[in-house]
């Protein structure tokens, strides 16, 4: 058999790697990322702060490098500020950010990304491998040592098994991944032999590949009768970690055991205990960091929260490179959101240069494709390849009413739209737009069809919680009644927005955002193909395409099922060029990752993207 020569998968001492205190690294699942992310664009860490616009905080990468790991400090209990109550610890349905902070540091991955070059495949739980493109047969090593929290051994036969169980239940957020797999066994302790049911892009690649999914302790699961109902309020975790204690939706605490890490993995984990703690609001969050009662803030900050803290001696604040994006989802079962040409002219109203310039403070990249701009490789080239589309914005990226009218009383869509005279409270303009000669908000229907629904509204996150966001969606509500489309903000609590939207498909717009995307290829299948949608909104399953959108099934599958890189790509620029054609989401932006951490604790690792969706920050970081 042939090694996989996708990316290397070269071994490395990591007793070498944790000598330098400043280390590029792997990034586990992040809340609503689902599938995980890579290193970015190569860029590593580095121990001098990173160079950042002149009006911008300063952004220190990490701590002082290490001689070797008997010179760290250990001890300490740093304190993870979580924004929000996890909802719930279960990998197979949840995409809640919050409980992802605490299962990123119990379930391992099979491979990681070298911390010495992220953008380089490395071992984790598996060890060794090889493949063969050609029969589709491939052969695992195990890496010895990993060990449950509840005394037993991660073993090739507990990793067999939780494959074949992902293989046989569906609906759960890696099934696009496991369904490549056509078998796989355990041919000794350590040992496994698989084969894949076709050709596909990545095998072993973190994050997107066939085993790209966190392993689960076997024994745990196989008492498990239904994975959809399965809440469990403890975990059984092999990476370090252990469960300690909590106190729901206050606080939750690990204490580390590196018996149960192998030391070629890493030597750490330092520190006694990670206590990841719950706050209401962003407010007291940062007032507490600066009291010295947060360590880290687990989700990002906006540039004006950056910007508080850049005088404060005992806080440093990080500024990273998007890998996610934010964007505006549309419920496409509605009219008029069931037309192309009404998703598209949104683009028109959008606020882009108020979002960036005024809110983000130019800590920010306009959006379009689903695709952050570090992964410029495998975007489209230009609006006019490979696919002859849009672009659908201004090219200032402010309101232009005119424009926006023209483009929807010109275009030739599902439906037909004019523009008469004002009869809604919600439109400031001088003229209100007409749906096949109905009023929107006659015409505007729900998921049953049902017309008469009044005027579209706008999930948005609370303002207390994440104002930003709140602001640009208002603006954006505000540029569509100046247009004549009466619409209106609807405020939902962060933790109610679950069910609401994934499972219930009960909005018009939804104003939300991936925080950390791997690399487009493979990933568009995570949460843009009709198999992770509920198409006809009759189930109350959590979906993680809430849009209902599939017309870019053809495309995506294309794009998983090519072994050549530059096929691969050129798959990719496609699909993506189609879903940015379809709308079915409006990307709003790539905002830069903005962190805060205080300067009792060293080791943070940075990568683009942030710092703490990361496993190797929890194993690395140490008392200053």
């Known amino acids: 058999m042939t090694e996989q020569t996708e990316e290397p998968a ?120 090889s493949f063969d493109p050609e029969s589709l047969e491939g052969e695992v090593t195990l890496t010895e040592g990993f060990q449950w929290s509840d005394g037993e051994p991660l073993t090739a036969e507990g990793v067999a098994w939780w494959f074949n169980y992902l293989m046989e239940e569906t609906g759960h957020r890696y099934e696009g991944n496991t369904n490549q797999i056509e078998s796989i066994e355990a041919t000794g302790e350590y040992e496994l032999s698989f084969t894949l049911a076709s050709e596909t892009a990545a095998v072993f690649t973190p994050e997107t590949g066939v085993f790209a999914v966190p392993i689960l302790p076997a ?29 729901a939706g206050n606080w939750y605490e690990l204490k580390t055991n590196p018996d149960l890490l192998p030391d070629e993995i890493h030597p750490g984990p330092y ?11 962003m407010t007291t969050l940062i007032q507490e960091l600066k009291n010295g009662n947060v360590d880290v ?27 996610g994006y934010n964007y505006i989802a549309h419920n496409m079962r509605r009219v008029p959101f069931d037309d192309k040409t009404f998703r598209q002219s949104l683009g028109f109203v959008y606020p882009f240069n108020y979002l960036e310039n005024q809110l983000r403070r130019g800590l920010t990249e306009p959006g379009d494709y689903v695709a952050a701009k570090v992964y410029e490789p495998w975007r489209p080239d230009s609006f006019d390849e490979p696919m002859d589309h849009g672009p659908y914005k201004t090219d200032d990226g402010q309101l232009d009413v005119a424009q926006a009218r023209e483009f929807l009383t010109n275009a030739d869509g599902a439906h037909d739209y004019t523009f008469g005279p004002v009869e809604s409270s919600q439109v400031t303009g001088d003229k209100e737009i007409r749906v096949d000669g109905e009023l929107l908000t006659e015409a505007h229907t729900n998921n049953d069809g049902e017309g ?68 487009p290829h493979m990933y568009m299948s995570f949460w843009l193909t009709s198999s992770r949608a509920d198409m006809e909104s009759n189930s109350e399953d959590f979906n993680l395409n809430p849009m209902g959108y599939g017309n870019a099934d053809d495309l995506v599958a294309d794009v998983m099922s090519t072994f050549d890189p530059e096929t691969q790509k050129q798959a990719t620029k496609e699909a993506l060029a189609r879903v940015y054609e379809d709308q079915p989401a409006l990307v709003t932006e790539y905002p830069n990752r903005l962190h805060a951490s205080s300067n009792a604790f060293d080791g943070w690792v940075k990568v683009p993207g942030g710092i703490t969706q990361n496993p190797w920050t929890y194993l690395n970081v140490h008392q200053a």
């Open 219 to 247: 024994h745990i699961w196989k008492e498990v009768d239904d994975y959809t109902k399965y809440s469990p309020t403890e975990l059984v975790g092999a990476q370090g970690f252990e469960w300690a204690d909590s106190s």
């Open 452 to 519: 008469g629904q009044g005027p579209i509204k706008l999930i948005i996150t609370p303002p207390s919680t994440a104002p930003v966001e709140a602001r640009a969606g208002a603006r954006f509500v505000e540029n569509l009644n100046e247009v004549g489309i009466p619409a209106e903000t609807q405020p939902v609590a962060e933790g109610s927005q679950n069910s609401l939207v994934w499972a219930k498909e009960e909005f018009d717009m939804w104003s939300s955002g991936w925080i950390w995307m791997p690399k």
């Open 10 to 129: 070269d071994r490395f001492d990591r007793r070498d790697f944790v000598q330098a205190g400043a280390l590029a690294g792997m990034f586990g699942v992040a809340g609503c990322l689902g599938g995980g992310g890579e290193g970015g664009s190569g860029e590593s860490a580095t121990a001098s702060p990173t160079a950042t616009a002149s009006d911008t905080p300063e952004s220190t990468a990490t701590g002082t490098e290490l001689e070797d790991s008997s010179d760290v400090k250990t001890g300490g209990k740093p304190v993870v500020g979580l924004g929000a109550e996890p909802q719930a610890f279960n990998p197979l349905v949840t995409s809640d950010a919050d409980a992802w902070a605490i299962m990123d540091q119990m379930y391992p991955y099979p491979t990681a990304r070298d911390p010495e070059d992220v953008t380089v495949t490395a071992p984790f739980v598996f060890n060794e491998w």
């Open 297 to 323: 803030t687990y989700s990002s900050i906006t540039p004006n929260r950056a910007f508080q803290l850049q005088d404060t001696d005992s806080v440093k604040v990080w500024n990273s490179k998007s890998r």
């Open 271 to 281: 520190v006694d205990r990670l206590r990841f703690r719950v706050f209401g609001d």
